[in-house]
């Protein structure tokens, strides 16, 4: 039998690839690769197997940066084994990383938690038992989310949004914007502005931003004007980039005047015509945490030391949207102020829209597999987003500049 991993595939990342097969084992070692950034975190590859089985000795191994060949997997088990996750970010509990498999092209499912074991000089692997697919086998940190899963939200939502081209990349891809609506010069229906992927590998961001807009989709015209912003760092997703502060500048640090990426260029052009167009109410920014955070769902807000004002409006959101998401999702601090070093001193998505457009913003980290006892799925997800749409709402009713929001609970 012909046994093949590869990353030529959506959102390949993978290295450090060993195939090892002894009796009835086929053990898959990899590592998630930096891409040339300086954090780890996404992988994403598959398991191939074709042919008929041919006898090979036990205990060969075989290694190749991408791709890996070798005869003689038996029909039995199949250890999938990570290295290195104390590079990842946020990889100090390799326990809690719970990656997701789907078999021959089926759905996705979550795997349990893996067996630890520390090597001879105290480096951890992280292994979990997968079955021999008769095909194939999908293998990612967390559920994809890309331009098909895009499609899929605006066929499923009625057309509700529109998809247009903003501008392109960087390396000449589309960049994609939702709306449902474009308003008009002076208007003054509400306004949102969300962002989503920025770190290319953060997909629970996408996740969450889809289950938002489903549930703004429901409320139908009594929506407030929303521009949405799904696939940032499109380069980076469809090269399977990681993204988080990746040469030569991570997207979120672009933000000064002027910017340093391309597609922040075109975004704060698009943030300009958005707030002339509607009355600017608040901004989201959908991120993933690290690896192994598995507390709940938290917000960071601005830094009441250095940005009062700003925090003060950002608050009365937190509130509404904490206590909308409630259990078993939001984190017990759902309040966060990020006072961590970065590796650049320009302005974030979050503060150029105070300082330049007087929005407030709200970041929200979704973790990668489970808040609390809870896995999380991509309903998981979606239902996130919702509680999050619905606790904008009674914001907007609460401050009477929109309709009253419906309660579904």
């Given amino acids: 039998m012909r046994i093949e991993v590869d990353t030529r595939v959506p959102y390949g990342n993978a290295c450090d690839l060993t195939l090892t097969v002894s009796d009835d084992v086929l053990e898959v070692g990899f590592s998630p690769d930096p891409h040339g950034g300086p954090e780890t975190l996404w992988f994403c590859f598959r398991l191939s197997c074709s042919g008929q089985p041919e006898p090979e000795p036990d205990g060969d191994d075989y290694t190749e940066r991408d791709r890996d060949t070798t005869r003689g997997c038996r029909n039995g088990t199949v250890h999938l084994v990570l290295k290195h996750s104390n590079n990842m970010l946020g990889g100090h509990d390799p326990e809690a990383i719970r990656p997701v498999v789907r078999y021959d092209g089926g759905p996705w499912e979550r795997l349990p938690k893996g067996t630890v074991v520390l090597l001879p000089d105290g480096r951890p692997t992280v292994s979990w038992s997968v079955e021999t697919p008769q095909h194939a086998i999908d293998v990612a940190v967390c559920y994809p989310y890309g331009l098909n899963e895009l499609r899929t939200l605006v066929t499923e939502t009625d ?9 392109v990349s960087q390396a000449a891809r589309p960049l994609l914007r939702l709306s449902n609506s474009y308003g008009e010069e002076g208007g003054q229906r509400p306004g949102l502005y969300l962002m989503a992927r920025q770190h290319a590998g953060e997909t629970p961001g996408s996740w969450v931003m889809d289950g938002f807009l489903r549930t703004m989709a429901d409320f139908g015209d009594a929506a407030p ?56 109410v608040l901004a989201i920014d959908f991120h993933a945490p690290g690896a192994c955070e598995n507390n709940g769902v938290y917000a960071y807000v601005p830094d009441p030391d250095t940005d009062r004002g700003a925090h003060e409006v950002v608050m009365p959101w937190i509130d509404w ?8 999702y939001a984190a017990e601090e759902f309040a966060r102020v990020a006072r961590y070093p970065s590796r650049w001193e320009t302005p ?23 808040t609390g006892e809870r896995v999380l799925t991509q309903e998981d997800y979606r239902e996130i987003g919702g509680r999050i749409a619905k606790g904008v709402m009674r914001g907007l009713d609460r401050l009477s500049i929109g309709p009253r929001a419906r309660d579904d609970d």
């Avoid at 974030?348 to 489970?370: D, K, M, N």
């Fill in 159 to 167: 057309a509700f949004w529109t998809a247009d081209t903003i501008g």
């Fill in 225 to 280: 004007l929303i521009w949405a912003i799904p696939l940032a760092n499109i380069d980076a997703i469809e090269g399977g980039d990681y993204g988080k502060d990746n040469f030569p500048y991570d997207l979120n640090r672009a933000w000064g005047r002027p910017p340093m990426r391309h597609e922040v260029s075109v975004f704060q052009r698009d943030l300009w015509r958005w707030r002339a167009r509607c009355r600017p």
């Fill in 321 to 328: 949207t904490g206590e909308s998401l409630g259990t078993p």
């Fill in 348 to 370: 974030s998505f979050r503060t150029y829209l105070w300082s330049q457009l007087g929005v407030p913003c709200v970041t929200y980290e979704t973790p990668y597999a489970q």
